[in-house]
Each structure stands twice: as structure tokens, then as C-alpha cells.
């Protein structure tokens, strides 16, 4: 075969899985692809299931809800992509779990620089274009994060808690799209 070829496919190879795992940056185009799907899917058809999964509002936490889920559906079709050349299947696992549970707290961390620093910005575009870009870097961001746990390992303990977690994040985003808690984020508490 031609030598130039081999480079070829060998760069297209080391682009796509690095360690088993996607690039990073293919990681965030795909995941920001899959979320702006879920977005329109959900603008066509606003149905139960899909209620539980997808954000069915503009509010910040549907769309923390809508990244953890595009999240794992992303590592999900990583996995089905990449599985052959996966070597340690429960590291796999348990960094996308970590990564899964701690993106919606990485996208909060990031979109909330520009209220904490310009304040209010009253143009829908330059909220549009900046959530997109928060979204972009929060998912790069995170699949680092992600490959960094994938090098760990995992012990039981850390295997509980961070299943506790998941499974409380599935809950609180489940409930909280049909009830909303009484106790806001950023609003003080009326119980006194």
C-alpha cells in the first residue's frame, strides 16, 4: 500500500480514539450535535418519554438535565464505535459515569461567568452564541476530565458512591421536570 495512504488512515485513527476512547474535540462536536438534536426533536415532538430525557424548557436546569443525558447517550454510542479497542470495560464505564454526573455542575460553573461578571445581557443572540459556547468548552472540558478518570482505579467505595450519585441525578431531574423543588438555587428560602 502506498505510504501515504497508511499515514492517512493512521492519522484519521489517532484523531478519532486516543487510549480506546475519543479525541476530546470529536467528543464535544458529537455531543454538541447530538444536544442541539435533542433540542429540535423535543420543539417537534413534546412527548412523555421524552419529557424525561430532553429539556422541555429554556429553564438552566433542562438544559443540565439535556446534557447529562446527551451525555450518556454520546458515551454510549462511543462505546458501540470504539468497543473492540476498549481494554478496561469498567473503566470505561465508570469514567463516563463521572463525567455523566459531573457535566451539568461544569456547564452551571461555566455559563454562570458572564451574570457574575457582565451581569444581564439583554440580547437573545449573544445568549444563544454564548450558551453554544459553554456547552462547546464544558463538554471539552469534561472529556479530559473523563480521560483522566478513565486512568484511575476504581474501588468499591467510589463504585457506590458514584452509582448513588447517578442514580440521584436520574431522580432529581426525573421529579424536578413535573414538580419543581421548593428550595430555588439562588432565591432564599421563604420558611422563616
Known amino acids: 500500500m502506498d505510504a501515504k495512504f497508511l499515514a492517512l488512515i493512521s492519522f484519521r ?3 478519532i480514539k486516543t487510549s480506546s476512547a475519543w479525541n476530546p474535540f470529536i467528543k464535544t462536536a458529537f455531543l454538541w450535535a447530538v444536544f442541539i438534536a435533542m433540542y429540535l426533536i423535543f420543539k417537534v415532538l413534546p412527548v412523555f418519554p421524552l419529557t424525561l430525557f430532553f429539556a422541555t424548557n429554556e ?3 433542562q438544559h443540565y438535565k ?7 447517550l454520546t458515551s454510549v454510542v462511543e462505546y458501540a464505535l ?3 479497542d ?11 459515569l463521572s463525567a455523566a454526573v459531573f457535566f451539568p455542575w461544569v456547564i452551571f460553573l461555566l455559563w454562570y461567568l458572564a451574570p ?3 451581569g444581564r445581557v439583554e440580547s437573545l443572540v449573544f445568549e444563544a452564541l454564548y450558551a453554544n459556547l459553554i456547552l462547546l468548552v464544558a463538554t471539552y472540558f469534561v472529556a479530559v476530565f473523563e480521560r483522566g478518570m478513565a486512568q484511575i482505579s476504581y474501588s468499591r467505595e467510589f463504585k457506590t458512591v458514584l452509582w448513588i450519585l447517578f442514580c440521584a441525578s436520574i431522580l432529581l431531574y426525573f421529579i424536578f421536570t413535573f414538580r419543581l423543588p421548593w428550595a430555588d438555587v439562588f432565591v432564599e428560602p421563604n420558611w422563616r
Open 13 to 15: 485513527s489517532n484523531l
Open 59 to 61: 429553564s438552566n436546569f
Open 66 to 72: 439535556a446534557g447529562f443525558f446527551a451525555y450518556l
Open 82 to 84: 470504539t468497543k473492540k
Open 86 to 96: 476498549v481494554q478496561d470495560k469498567s473503566a470505561f464505564l465508570y469514567s463516563r
Open 116 to 118: 457574575a461578571l457582565i
